[in-house]
Each structure stands twice: as structure tokens, then as C-alpha cells.
T-cell receptor, first 110, second 114 residues
Framework: GENVEQHPSTLSVQEGDSAVIKCTYSDSASNYFPWYKQELGKRPQLIIDIRSNVGEKKDQRIAVTLNKTAKHFSLHITETQPEDSAVYFCAAEEGFKTIFGAGTRLFVKA | DAGVIQSPRHEVTEMGQEVTLRCKPISGHNSLFWYRQTMMRGLELLIYFNNNVPIDDSGMPEDRFSAKMPNASFSTLKIQPSEPRDSAVYFC????????????FGPGTRLTVT
């Protein structure tokens, strides 16, 4: 079955710096890669997603890149702000089944 | 739309007791997921329904866990008997269509089994 690995587990950056979170997946049939943000005590919420026929997608300060050959995808957050502090989960999905990475706890220091 | 609704929000029970968690998906969504979240194991998919039919329950940890979806607007996750290691946050999520796409999570039920 699908296995998703996510790194780093913890990331601390200064406000205004960029943050990059990387994930790898194992099942080449996976074709949808969402990223969810979970603030402390809250539910996960989708922030951006990418499908396998696209290499890059951007939405304001966040972007996601996908390398299907290498089976890895990354989340990029530019000009980080304190409100970006949260746990970020990548996921890989084939058909209906979503497998989540272990999460990255991002701290943005003011 | 009220979003995905879960109840109760918090549940504290003693080992051996039956626990029932409830979920109301977003109206019109035909896919429903149950997840369990712990620090040790992260977000785990327990079971997935499409059009009220269980499609994959391979994530259900043991026979003590069961889930039903009697109609398009209601699902339950039952644990009987409960054990301390079942303590976790249980999320229900729904999606508009079968296949890939955004999942909308409920607020979760924090279960503590003593």
C-alpha cells in the first residue's frame, strides 16, 4: 500500500523567512496530493493541492511542487507570518484512499 | 452550511464501556471518512463510505470497532468494549464526490478512556 514520508518533523523559522516541507510517496498510482494545515486544537483544513498532471501550483504565499518521477512533492511558504504556525500534513491519494504524512510542526518566530 | 458536525465533542469513559461517536456530513456530500489522530500514529484512516456503503474498512484496528452509515446524513463509529489505548481524537470528514478531492473535516471528538 501507499506510504508517505514527511520531513522535517519540526521546523522553526524567523518571521519573513521561507519554509519548505518535503514529502515522498511510494505508490506510483497516486494522483492527488493535498496539503492540510491544522492549528492547535482545530481540525485539518486544506490549504493547497496538486494533481499528478501538474508540476507546480501557487496560491499567494504558498506553492506546491510535484516530481512524479522521483515521487516527491514539496510545500513552500514564503514571507512566513506568526499565523502560519501550525502542523502541516501532506497526503497522497489514489482513488478514494488518503494516506497522510506524519506532519510537520512549523514555528514562526516574530 | 454548518459544515461537518460531530458529537459529542468530548467523551470520557471507563475501560470496558461502549462508546458511540456520531457524524453528520455536509449535505450533498456522498463520501464520508472516519480518522483517528494520536501523537504516536498521526492521522489514520479507519473507514471510508461512498453513497452510504462501506468501501474500505482495512484501517479499523480491531473487531471492537464498527461503523455504520444508515443514511446519507448520519454515520456512527462504535467502540465496544473501549480500552485506554483507544484514547485519541476521532475526526469525521466528508467529500463532495467519489474519487480525489478536498475533504472537509468535522471538529473532532476527543475520547479519553480511563
Amino acid at each position: 500500500g501507499e506510504n508517505v514520508e514527511q520531513h522535517p518533523s519540526t521546523l522553526s523559522v524567523q518571521e519573513g523567512d521561507s519554509a519548505v516541507i518535503k514529502c515522498t510517496y511510494s505508490d506510483s498510482a497516486s494522483n492527488y496530493f493535498p496539503w492540510y494545515k491544522q492549528e492547535l486544537g482545530k481540525r485539518p483544513q486544506l490549504i493547497i493541492d496538486i494533481r499528478s498532471n501538474v508540476g507546480e501550483k501557487k496560491d499567494q504565499r504558498i506553492a506546491v511542487t510535484l516530481n512524479k518521477t522521483a515521487k516527491h512533492f514539496s510545500l513552500h511558504i514564503t514571507e512566513t507570518q506568526p499565523e502560519d504556525s501550525a502542523v502541516y500534513f501532506c497526503a497522497a491519494e489514489e482513488g478514494f484512499k488518503t494516506i497522510f504524512g506524519a506532519g510537520t510542526r512549523l514555528f514562526v518566530k516574530a | 452550511d454548518a459544515g461537518v458536525i460531530q458529537s459529542p465533542r468530548h467523551e470520557v469513559t471507563e475501560m470496558g464501556q461502549e462508546v458511540t461517536l456520531r457524524c453528520k456530513p455536509i449535505s450533498g456530500h456522498n463520501s464520508l471518512f472516519w480518522y483517528r489522530q494520536t501523537m504516536m500514529r498521526g492521522l489514520e484512516l479507519l473507514i471510508y463510505f461512498n453513497n452510504n456503503v462501506p468501501i474500505d474498512d482495512s484501517g479499523m484496528p480491531e473487531d471492537r470497532f464498527s461503523a455504520k452509515m444508515p443514511n446519507a446524513s448520519f454515520s456512527t463509529l462504535k467502540i465496544q468494549p473501549s480500552e485506554p489505548r483507544d484514547s485519541a481524537v476521532y475526526f469525521c470528514a466528508s467529500r463532495a464526490v467519489a474519487g480525489t478531492g478536498e475533504q472537509y473535516f468535522g471538529p473532532g471528538t476527543r475520547l479519553t478512556v480511563t
